[in-house]
């Protein structure tokens, strides 16, 4: 059951999520096979933002929940790029300050892989003045 869980979240197959879960599936389950990722890292990783809303709000899955390499799924969705994925989970309250096994964040992530329209949101979603913009509240130039 667990396995049609996961499977369904790289699908974005909602009904079929919720289907295996309703048949006896976890939605807290890892899978040890593979660096113990959630439910929830896999719609992230695929940008299955139907599932990532649905495990968060309907079946109360913890939205930052570490698989063995430190990753969250919203590290993961920052990864991979999926932009909507990281919208999503950081309006459940994920954590944007997160750090993966190599202290990496989301934000470095999105500048290292030249992800421009990322790496704004993440800079809103940390509250850091971004480079080139004014911020009277934080000026440190006086």
Not at 4 to 18: F, H, N, Q, T, Y
Not at 30 to 48: D, I, M
Request: a negative charge; one cysteine or more.
């Amino acid at each position: 059951c667990n396995t049609r869980v996961w499977s369904s979240c790289i699908e974005g197959d909602l009904e079929a999520m919720k289907e295996a879960i309703e048949s006896g599936g976890d939605p807290n389950a890892t899978n040890y096979r593979w660096r113990n990722w959630s439910a929830l890292h896999y719609a992230a990783h695929w940008g299955s933002t139907n599932c990532i809303m649905s495990l968060v709000q309907d079946y109360g899955v913890d939205v930052d929940p570490r698989c063995n390499e430190g990753y969250t799924p919203m590290l993961r969705a920052a990864k991979w790029s999926e932009m909507e994925a990281v919208k999503v989970l950081l309006g459940l309250g994920a954590d944007p300050w997160a750090e993966n096994w190599q202290t990496h964040t989301a934000l470095e992530m999105a500048q290292v892989f030249g992800n421009t329209a990322l790496e704004r949101l993440m800079w809103k979603a940390t509250k850091l003045p971004h480079e080139g913009e004014h911020d009277d509240e934080h000026d440190w130039r006086g």
